[in-house]
């Protein structure tokens, strides 16, 4: 699986979108995009995941650059109960093995009021 | 009715005894797994079982035992604890990882964890 890069920490106000980067600029052509959260004390949480375009849920939208080699999850208005640790995962689509996800250290997200 | 379940939540036991943790997920999911987390917060699987299967095995100490007695549950046995097994373990599962048609962009949910100490 391709490694990713992401800052270690970042602050957000309360009801402004928090904008979190990732590079991934091994990325081959069949790795997804995961993002992950982990509050603290709390198993981790799925968010979005994506592979070329770019993707929007109840929580969060996935921006995926053209090349791949780089994307940024938005919480558009985030809340305090969004601080927690991002993880930016890259996962390969191999068929006929086995699966898994590659934790790196992540983004500290701290919302603040 | 949660969809990954863990049992114990917190777990303090001595050095050389041996525990088990239980995992049950309710999603009707082929795949599940066990992660570790240590005091450092990195997170890192360990096992992985498809239908009953081991399908990942990392470097782990054999004192650490899955057992999957069916597809929906995941028990991890863990003897002669030492120390340094002290850490979050989570379980986690997903539907198959593998099969006809490729790769099915499959999601992995987690249980809550159990905070396992070793003193």
């Known amino acids: 699986d391709a490694k990713t890069t992401q800052p270690p920490s970042m602050d957000c106000a309360e009801g402004r979108a928090a904008n979190l980067p990732c590079n991934h600029s091994?990325?081959?052509?069949?790795?997804?995009v995961y993002w992950y959260r982990q509050i603290h004390s709390q198993g981790p949480q799925y968010i979005i995941h994506?592979?070329?375009n770019n993707e929007t849920n109840e929580m969060a939208s996935l921006i995926i650059t053209e090349d791949r080699k780089s994307s940024t999850l938005i919480l558009p208005h985030a809340t305090l109960r969004d601080t927690a640790v991002y993880y930016c995962?890259?996962?390969?689509?191999?068929?006929?093995?086995?699966?898994?996800?590659?934790f790196g250290t992540g983004t500290r997200l701290q919302v603040t009021l | 009715d949660t969809a990954v379940s863990q049992t114990p939540k917190y777990l303090v036991t001595q050095m050389g005894n041996d525990k088990s943790i239980k995992c049950e997920q309710n999603?009707?999911?082929?795949?599940m797994y066990w992660y570790k987390q240590d005091s450092k917060k990195f997170l890192k699987i360990m096992f992985s079982?498809?239908?009953?299967?081991?399908?990942i095995n990392e470097t782990v100490p054999n004192r650490f035992s899955p057992k999957s007695p069916d597809k929906a549950h995941l028990n991890l046995h863990i003897n002669s604890l030492e120390l340094g097994d002290s850490a979050v373990y989570f379980c986690?599962?997903?539907?198959?990882?593998?099969?006809?048609?490729?790769?099915?962009?499959?999601?992995?949910?987690f249980g809550e964890g159990s905070w396992l100490t070793v003193v």
């Open positions: 986690a599962s997903s539907r198959a990882s593998y099969g006809g048609g490729g790769f099915r962009g499959n999601t992995i949910y």
């Open positions: 091994t990325i081959s052509g069949n790795e997804y």
């Open positions: 994506g592979l070329k």
């Open positions: 995962i890259v996962r390969a689509s191999n068929t006929g093995t086995a699966s898994k996800l590659t």
């Open positions: 999603l009707g999911h082929d795949t």
């Open positions: 079982y498809n239908n009953k299967e081991l399908i």
